[in-house]
């Protein structure tokens, strides 16, 4: 059997360990309320969060009162141990160098999986901060993307009327066959009651906030920088809600049984 370690990560890693011990021997390090024990050498598989480390380099570890560094776990891998985290870049691979390295983000099933919890999670943003309902609401989605063409099903089914924001004629051309109407993302206009962006680009800055009306409401599902200026938001007097990780915070276990998936197909694809 082999023996995996997952290190680090919110509560999404807990449950991918609970969902990865039904075939493995597993352990949990970074987590200082857990019943998994912790590892104690010849790991054969090393499992780190979506975003692998912290701003000082340190294995991601919100749940933890101590800090977790990469050199604390690398004695513990035996030689040629797979590592597969989200994200992966030169510091994962300078830090477990000599392993082998997976991204399970850049895995289509797992985005698509994703994305769905991240819209499910939006809509749920939307839902408690808005005093009107989505029926027949005016909505803008900011990119045709996965989350954009999800939220954009799930708008429909509430009964919101859906414009996308595009800026390529793919774009286009898949909010038509979604029977949506679509506009050029630097003309967006500004008639909606709620506007989701998904593009990490200052789209919303002053100049174009400022032809929203005050009780427009914003949901920024963008990564860094985000698509709205979230300043000249607060001094026009708009909401705007920079809903980053809608995963762990909204269906944690469901997260992390997705990045469970991932690992075992890793796991079997690699023999």
Known sequence: MDKILIAGGDERQLYCAEALSEKYEVYVSGHDKTSFPSPEGNVDCLVLPVIPFDAEGNIYSPNSERLLIPEDIRPLLRSGAVVIAGRTDERTAHCFSGHPIADYLSREDF?????????????????????????????????????????????????????????????????????????????????????????????????????????????????????????????????????????????????????????????????
């Open 111 to 271: 985005c698509i999986k994703n994305a769905f919890l991240t819209a499910e999670g939006a809509v749920e943003l939307a839902i408690s901060a808005l005093s009107v309902s989505l029926n027949g609401l005016s909505v803008l989605i900011v990119g045709m993307g996965r989350i954009g063409c999800i939220l954009a099903e799930l708008m429909k089914a509430f009964g919101a009327q859906v414009t996308a924001a595009v800026h390529n004629p793919k774009g286009a051309a898949k909010a038509a066959v979604m029977g949506i109407a679509s506009v050029d993302s630097a003309d967006t206009g500004s008639d909606y009651g709620l506007v989701f962006n998904t593009v990490p680009e200052k789209i919303f800055g002053k100049h174009v906030l400022e032809g929203f009306s005050r009780r427009t409401l914003f949901i920024d599902l963008a990564s860094a920088p985000g698509g709205v200026d979230i300043s000249a938001a607060e001094e026009l007097g708009i909401k705007v809600i920079w809903a980053r990780g809608l995963p762990a915070k909204c269906s944690p276990e469901t997260a992390g049984r997705i990045i469970a998936d991932a690992v075992e197909e890793i796991l079997a694809e690699r023999g």
